[in-house]
């Protein structure tokens, strides 16, 4: 039997390194991958809770999460695609129209 | 000890691909070694009992999100920001400031006390099957939340059409 908490480190590494791609990297599809990442990172741990526990919550919100990861790559897409039409990029450090 | 192996090979394979997927310089490779990464995921539910969890994580991660992913990324045309340096210049900044998040969050899962063991316990998910058992969650206790979570869909569906189509004269 595999402890409970080796799944909550699993998580919490992934979290970590979905953390770290999300303040390293500039470039804003990448961004959205290193969100989906954490996303994952949280579901480990949810998932693993839900199976110790004995309580059908964890998976539970497991789908929700995933379903709002969907509507927000939906939503994060549709906006890089409207950034590559006006601006020709998708790197955040060029689109910096508001820096007075 | 067989278990033990398959979790050894999962999390590792489960770090080594999030680690290659945010580190890639060409968005296209990053999103291939996600795909692999989510499918190390959904077998790793397997082992926790979630076949159903499993499944939805290979459909939606897999076959939906990261195909929309792919398809975003042959539509735009990146030549020119794929031979950028692709980490910012302070990043050893960010390694700490993860690495402190991680320390914190690693040493705080040592001192986890599970509360009480709730209802659904493995022989009694067995008595009806697993998808059974999460419909009836879903449908009662959580009957609210999952009208919340179609409307919420529903708003990113307008909202993806009205932000990416043209403008009509």
């Given at each position: 039997m595999i402890p409970l908490n080796w799944y909550m480190w699993l998580g919490g590494i992934v979290f970590c390194i979905g953390v770290f791609g999300f303040v390293t990297r500039r470039n804003i599809i990448i961004m959205l991958l290193s969100v989906e990442i954490m996303f994952n990172g949280v579901n480990i741990s949810l998932v693993a809770l839900s199976h110790y526990l004995e309580d059908l919550a964890g998976q539970v919100l497991v789908f929700f999460i995933i379903a709002v990861a969907a509507a927000e790559a939906a939503i994060g897409l549709a906006l890089v695609i409207l950034l590559f039409r006006n601006k020709e990029t998708i790197t955040v450090d060029d689109l910096n129209e508001l820096k007075g | 000890m067989i278990n033990k192996i398959f979790f050894f090979y999962f999390s590792a394979v489960i770090v080594a691909m999030s680690l290659m997927a945010i580190t890639r310089r060409n968005v296209m490779h990053g999103v291939l070694y996600m795909l692999l990464l989510f499918f190390h995921i959904a077998g790793l539910y397997l082992f926790l009992n979630a076949e159903f969890i499993s499944a939805v994580q290979v459909i939606?991660?897999?076959?939906?999100i990261m195909v929309l992913f792919l398809f975003v990324i042959m539509l735009l045309n990146l030549r020119e920001d794929i031979l950028?340096?692709?980490?910012?210049?302070?990043?050893p900044m960010g390694l700490v400031a993860s690495a402190g998040i991680l320390m914190v969050l690693l040493l705080s899962m040592l001192t986890v006390k599970t509360g009480e063991k709730g209802f659904w316990g493995i022989a009694q998910i067995e008595s009806v099957t697993q998808t059974v058992a999460i419909g009836t969650t879903l449908y009662t206790q959580y009957l609210f939340p999952f009208e919340v979570a179609s409307l919420v869909l529903l708003v990113a569906i307008i909202g993806a059409i009205v932000l990416a189509k043209k403008r009509l004269k």
């Open positions: - | 939606v991660y897999a076959g939906a950028k340096k692709q980490f910012i210049g302070t990043w």
